[in-house]
Structure formats: C-alpha cells, structure tokens
C-alpha cells in the first residue's frame, strides 16, 4: 500500500512540470525590432510602426572613417560603435525584448555575414536575423514569395542582380562599381549595360525559366540608380520589360526588413524567437 509520504514524493516533480509548462506559455515573446541596412553610402534603421531613426553619430554620414566599403564590413570597430548608437536611439539601453534585423548584400560572403552576426550578438538583443539585401527589397515590393523575380540594386558602390523563386535567392550576379565610380556623362549606358550583362549572363544559366517569367512580371529595382529616369527607362528599353521601381528606392531594402522584422515579432509573441536567414543557395 502505497504511503501518503510516497504519494507526495511522486506528486511534487508533476507540480513542478506544470508550472514550468504554465510559466513558458505565459512568458512574453520579443515586443519591439530594429531593422538596420548597413550600406556603402551610409546606414539606414527603421522600427515598425515609427519609420526611421537615427542612423550614426555627427558626421559620420559620407565620412572618410566608413566602417562598410563595398558592401563589406571594413572595420568592425566603427562598425560595432554605429550599431550600438543605432540601437540606442532606436531601442534604448535595455533591449531584452527586441529583435534586430540587419541586412547584407546578396555576395557579401560568410566571413561577413559572420560578422554581421557576432556584431549584431554583442548589442544584447533577444532575438537576431542577417538577411540579404535581395529579400528585402523583393519584401517592400511584396514579390518575396509566388512566382521568380528579378531584383536589381544598384547602388553608391555595388551593382546587384538576384533571381529569387518562391523567396529564395537561386542565382546573383554582381559588379563591384556604382553610381559613385561612373563618369555621370555616361553613368546611364554604362550602368544599364552592367545590369544586362548581369541579367544576360543569368538567362544563359538558367534551366527552367524562371528568368523568363522573372522579367514578364518585371524587374524590381531599387538602389540610388533606380531614381534616375534615364536609367530605368533604358534598362527597360534594353530588356524589351517593363520594370517596377519601388517608391523611395533608396529606402527599400530597410523598409523591406521592416517588414520582416514585423513578421518575426508577431510570430514570437508565445515565446522565443527561431529565424533561420534567407541565404544563397
């Protein structure tokens, strides 16, 4: 016959599992976000549901100190200094319950999205995603998932193409020349046959069409070059398609991760956050 001093032994570790079951279901998910898009001309931040914040310390916008050149993380110091101000003003100094999205170029490489990942670890966020650039702007386009789509970025010192299908990237190009390295005389002939070789090159790799129904819907193109008139409509005119400039093209890729981000914080309000970065295949 079993004693009451049994039944209490064995009672107390289911007690204890409910509470822990009750607690973890009850335990709030990250509430707040930062999406961040570290450039090569300067940094763009934006919260959901505010817009933009401040993006660095006096002066430091077109500066000679840039922390990212390229499009890559040149010195990681600066780098770690930009980001924690951005947090900062964006967050403010307890940031437990937030998540931090940053957005990299679709080349960039995995010793830089490394990096991205280690810097973004160290502003004490609860939750963190590294996401390519391409996603994003296809995100602020709504075009990241049903059906190929061609995204094209040209910005102060990078050209990229990305082919995405269903919201992953299967295929980029890109040139490591912007609107800051071409002669402005020419920068529409030279930039929109950048862009079509890049394409080009893509159309003669691709083995199921997805870059033929990519460009029937229309390339989306955001990047500083995307606010010139002569540049898209020759970039149009070279590819025989219409093309869809998002508004402020300049700000799409941050507004795209924005809205990410919005998708991973109402995802996470049961508990801890789980993202797995979009990444070249």
């Keep these: 016959m079993r004693s009451s001093r049994d039944g209490r032994r064995r009672g107390r570790p289911v007690l204890r599992q409910r509470d822990a079951h009750a607690a973890a279901a009850h335990r709030p998910g990250p509430v707040r976000g930062l999406a961040i898009d570290l450039?090569?001309?300067?940094?763009?931040a934006w919260v959901p549901g505010r817009g933009p914040v401040a993006c660095g310390p006096a002066g430091w916008e077109g500066g000679a100190g840039r922390p990212v050149r390229r499009g890559r993380i040149v010195d990681p110091a600066s780098?770690?200094?930009?980001?924690?101000?951005v947090a900062d003003a964006a967050l403010g100094e307890h940031r437990q319950?937030?998540?931090?999205?940053?957005?990299?170029?679709?080349l960039a490489g995995r010793e830089h999205?490394?990096?991205?990942?280690?810097?973004?670890?160290t502003l004490g966020a609860s939750g963190a995603v590294v996401l390519n650039s391409a996603s994003a702007a296809a995100a602020c386009a709504g075009l990241l998932g049903g059906g190929p789509v061609l995204v094209v970025d040209m910005g102060a010192e990078l050209t990229e193409v990305a082919l995405l299908v269903d919201g992953?990237?299967?295929?980029?190009?890109?040139?490591?020349?912007?609107?800051?390295d071409l002669d402005p005389r020419s920068l529409a002939a030279e930039l929109a046959r950048s862009v079509l070789d890049m394409i080009t090159s893509m159309w003669h790799e691709d083995q199921h069409g997805a870059v033929r129904g990519a460009l029937r819907r229309g390339p989306v193109l955001t990047g500083g070059g995307a606010f010139r008139r002569d540049v898209t409509d020759l970039i149009a005119s070279?590819?025989?398609?219409?093309?869809?400039?998002?508004?402020d093209p300049s700000t799409a890729v941050v507004r795209g991760a924005a809205l990410i981000l919005d998708s991973v914080l109402a995802s996470s309000g049961a508990g801890a956050v789980s993202v797995r970065p979009v990444r070249l295949r």
């Design 97 to 106: 319950d937030s998540v931090i999205v940053l957005s990299h170029p679709v």
């Design 168 to 180: 992953k990237v299967v295929d980029a190009r890109q040139a490591d020349a912007g609107l800051s």
């Design 238 to 247: 070279c590819l025989g398609a219409p093309v869809r400039v998002v508004p």
């Design 113 to 121: 999205r490394v990096l991205a990942g280690e810097l973004l670890a």
């Design 79 to 85: 780098c770690a200094g930009l980001l924690d101000h």
């Design 39 to 44: 450039g090569s001309s300067g940094t763009r």
